[in-house]
Every structure is written in C-alpha cells, then in structure tokens.
C-alpha cells in the first residue's frame, strides 16, 4: 500500500501543479483508521497496528495534498492510484479530498516527508521492519512559510487585477504605448500584452475559478498578477472605472514622473479619433485644417492699428488709411522726448493716429513674448474657431507664458510670490552639471542648498536639482512669498558650478516681480567653482522693486527669430489678437507688434483648443494631437514679432517717430 501510494505520488501527482485543500487532515486520517475492517488493522500492543506517530505525521503533511489536471481541472489526490484491500476506504478518502476547496499552494520544508521504515527489536531478539507513508517532494516545492504567504496573496491580487481591470482598459493602454504617448509606457508593453491574453482566457475558462486562479497566479508571474498595484495598475483601473482619459493618464504621470514630465504627444485613442474625424468632416471643416503662416496681403485695414508705410500696397481694404500715411512728410529726428510711461490705451488713442514709424526695443525679457500670425492656405474654408474669421496665433514654444515658470510649478515649487528667481539647464544636449542657485540678502546672509530657507527674509531655495535627467530640464527656484517680510536693501541673484560634469551650454534664468518676467541667458560653460552674477534686484522702503542685469552684455550679440536683442526693431504692423478683430470679442486679447525681418524658426501650431468652437470641444484630445502633426510649414513670407496678453503686466519700450519728432515711450500693457 505504501508503495502504491508512493509510486501514484511521483508519476501522477509531483510532475504537476501542487495544492494543498481546506480540509482537516485529522478528520482524514480517522477516516483512513475507521476505513479497514479488524482483522487488517487489528490491534497492536495498545493501538491498532495501523495507528503510528510517523502515519499521522506524514497525514498531516500530506493527505490534504492535491495535484490539478489542467487538461479538466480536476484533483489528483493521493488516494486516487491502484489499491487492493483499501480499495473502498482509498476510495471515500478521494472523494472527501476532492470536495474541499484550494487554500495554499504545497510547499515543503524537507525534501521527503514521512519515513520509509524503521527497525524494532523484538523480545525474542529479532529485528522487526515497520514501513510507513513517505513521499519526496519536488525541488520546485521546497521553500518556507513566507514563500507558502506570498503565493497566496499573488492568488488574491490576481482575482481583483482581474475584477478590476477591463479588457477595455488594456487596450486603450497598449493603443497610448503604441502611438508613444504614455511616458515610459513601453516598459509595461510585453507585460499588458500577457495580461490581456489571461483576459480573454479567463473569459474562455471553463474551469473552477478558484482553480483557475490559483493555476495563472503561479504560471503568470508575480509582475503581471500584481499588476493592479503597479502605476500602470493604477492607469488601468481608472480607465476600466471610466475616469477620463487625460485625468487618468495625468494621475499615472504623477507616479512615475513626479519631476518635470512633459507628455509628449496628446492622449486620445483610435475610437476618438475616429469620433473626431466624423464631426470635422460634419462640419465641413475638412479643408479647415491646413494652416500656414499670414501674411500682409491677408489682412484688412479694419483688423489693424499701425502699419508702416513700406506695406501701404499690401493691406487690403486700405486706401483711405494710407492715403493719410502718404500725405505726411517724415524728417529726420532732431530731438527727443525724454522718456515716459504710457498706458496702451493712450498710446493707442493718442500717439498712433500721428505715428509714421514705430521701433520697438527688443530686450532680452521679451524672449518669451515672439509670436507669428496664422492664416488658413484656403482663404475659402469655414473657420473652426470661436470668432469670425480665419485667423489665429501662435507664441514662441506654443506658449505665451514662461516655460521656466511653468516647469517650477509642475516640479512643486510656488511661483505665485513677489519675487521669484529661477534658473535652467540641461535643455539641450544632456548637461550633467550640477549648478546652484544663489541669493545674497542685505545683511549677507546666502540663501543656497546648505541654508535653503531664510527666516529673517522668507527667502526660499524650494527646488534643488543636483543629478539632472536625461531629457529633463534642471531647475532650481529661490521664491520670496511676500515682501512684508523682506529686509529692504539689495538681493544679488548669482549661480555656482558646483560641480562641473561636462557641460558646455550654461544657463538660463528668470526674475519674476510685480508681474513682470525678466529674462537671462548665459550661453558659455561654467567652470569648476565659478560663481556668475545674474542680476541685483533691489527692495525700496515704499516697497517698490528694480532691478540691474549683470548679464546684458552676454545677450548683446544674441539673435531670436532672425533679430537682435537690446537694439531697437522697426514695427511693421501693430494689430489686436484676431478674436477682437472686427466686432469679436472672445477670450483673451492681446496685441502684437509685427516686426520687420523678424522670422519665426520654428513650425508652430495651427491652433490651439480653446481656439475652436464649442461642437468640437468633446474631441479636444484629438484636435490637440490633429495641431501637433499639422505644423505652419516654414517661409520667409509670415507676420511675426512680439505680442502680450491684456491679462499679464508687461512694459514695452516704443520709438515713435510723427511728422516732425522722435520720443521714446514706456508702455504699459494691462
């Protein structure tokens, strides 16, 4: 019998999958003792001959052991091979065994479990042989009870990956990795491949569940069975609990990017796409799409404020304008105004009508500020935006505020302080360095990584980068939240090479006071220990800020968009945002100063989606992927320069040049 039992074990049972069921195994082994009638299990010396401390032991281990068919999910127990005289009893332990549920997987901390046999000596001095059940375990089942807990808990995850993420959501996903717009979404392809196979057999399985799970949560592996609580598990339940795609993709984001991620490519899927493509087309909008950039012939004289005399030919609509422009007579400037503020609205009402030419001084705190005017390549097609015409815009990097501002935000630093200064590098070829941001208050005192926080001012290094990333713009931030609490007196802004890597690019800065953004850029490598002065930005006691640039004539020699910085720029055309040409009034405005030579580099977006009108609002992702790929092809014929949004303070420096004079004006734009 012990034999049988043994040999039943290696061949049918250890080659497979083994379980251990919820059943008691003393129940089981009163069962195997009451099973065999007297004369086979008669009684010896005080218990029946049957009834041994190493049976019991191996029952223990053993009885409540099952190996699983996969073939039909069915038990394999030990009780099920070839018997003889315990035919009957091997027969109902079978089928108790085969009644009870899996609860573990079998792990064992021997190789054998039980004993083969062991020697007596007898009163008449001869040895007698005892033999028990024994069995040798695979090597594979051999492990402790943390192993045994493990695998348990892998059964459990897998049954709620399972309830708790859709076949659904798994394609959406591999459909994001695939058009490369999940951040390191590729990393979990191979794994949600597998996964959605598991989906779609559990969907086919015919089995047990419980069987079926406790099968996959050893043969899928701990990644994918644990997969719901992997940040791609959190991307994937979201979506299966149909949070929006954007949000969902954003939260996901956020967990394995908690830096500067910048996603690279707009989130929708194939089904939106489709959805999209079906409403433009409604719409009429087909022809709509194709944009390049304005310019002279395309605009009307209603739509402009300024235009220099050299385009008095090209404007449409503009002879009663021009024939005004033609009239006066333009000497040379012999004299200037000393310089003074003006707000736009008095610039516009009362020094335009007068002006024959207009510069514009291009300082380096208006590099954020280039814009290019779009048009559509077929002035015929209905416009898809929010006024009535064709027209849009488009900022330098597609944005009108700071990029820099906007990284210090996304990596958790305040931007919404008196007075910010923020530092950048590492935003072309990977910079390595390890450069600091530094503040000298009054009283001396340094604001840097070793004293990050000013008690005496509020002064506050809240980002220290020191190993940059691949791909990832470096950014350090020193903010000030309120200058109640600032020491008045001079603060020098300045930055350190702390640790020179091989970096040759230098740095980019920015300082952020009474809602002006000043710009700097230092182009030359930093060595070992330099320490660069950016700026002084000095506190009055009325609480009024100015600043002194260090830095101006590092920029002096600088060219954006085919210009030279700190040198006064001839106006072509100064115009309102085309969402208030005409009697619009939609949105933002804003107001550009198109400037002469001036040639956008880059190939900007068409639109952006607050442009378009409320029916395509639900397809917002792919109207903002439709713009990425659908790029103003590059031309020297295009009307761009510098622009500002009515909901920022900014101050432009204008020479204006009238009949008979020259003067310089500070305007303010509010």
Known sequence: MRDRLFNHFNENMAPRKLFV?????????????????????????????????????????????????????????????????????????????????????????????????????????????????????????????????????????????????SEEAVDTVLELIASNSLYRGDQWEDVLKIFKRYLKEYE??????????????????????????????????DITLEVPLDEAVTKYERIVAPTNYQRPKPIFTKRMLEDAQEKINELGFGESIYRRYANMSDLSINDVLFANRDYTNEIQNNQNFFDKLRNLTVNKARNFDKVQEISLQDFVKNILPTAVEVELYLSYDLSNNFMSLIGPENKDAPTMFKWDNPFSWAYKNNIADSLMKERVKAMGGDVDVDLRFTIQWNDNEWDKNDLDAHCTTPEGEEIYYKHMKSSKTGGWLDIDIINPEENVPAIENIQFKEKDQMIPGDYLFRVHQYTYRGGNDGFKAEIEFDGRVFNFNYPMRLVQDEYVDVAKVTLDSDGNFTLKSFLDEQVSSTKEWNLQYNSFIPVSLICYSPNYWGDNAVGNKHIFFILKDCLNDGRPNPWFNEYLIIELRDHRKVTEALASIAKVEKTDEQLSGIGFSFTQKNRVTLKVKSANIERVFNV???
Not at 24 to 49: A, C, Q, S, T, V
Not at 74 to 84: D, S
Not at 108 to 119: A, I, Q
Request: glycine share 4%; proline share 2%.
């Open 204 to 237: 086919e399985n015919e089995l047990d569940e419980n069987v079926f799970y406790w099968i996959k949560s050893i043969e899928l592996g701990s990644v994918i069975v644990r997969i719901k609580n992997h940040s791609i598990g959190v991307l994937l339940k």
């Open 668 to 670: 303010v734009i509010a």
């Open 21 to 165: 069921v919820d059943i008691d195994w003393e129940f089981l082994w009163n069962m195997y003792l009451d099973g065999f009638p007297k004369e086979l299990n008669p009684i010896f010396r005080e218990r029946r001959e049957l009834d041994c401390s190493a049976c019991l032991s191996f029952f223990k281990r053993m009885a409540n052991v099952v190996a699983i068919d996969e073939d039909n999910g069915e038990y394999v127990t030990l009780f099920a091979g070839e018997t003889q005289e315990e035919k009957e009893i091997f027969k109902q332990l079978d089928e108790a065994v085969k009644s009870a549920k899996i609860k573990d997987i079998f792990i064992s901390d021997t190789k054998r479990v039980g004993l083969e046999s062991n020697p007596e000596m007898m009163e008449d001095g001869n040895v007698h042989t005892w033999y028990h059940f024994y069995a040798d375990v695979p090597e594979r089942c051999i492990g402790n009870s943390s192993q045994k807990a493990e695998y348990r808990d892998n059964r459990i995850i897998l049954e709620n990956s399972t309830e708790q993420i």
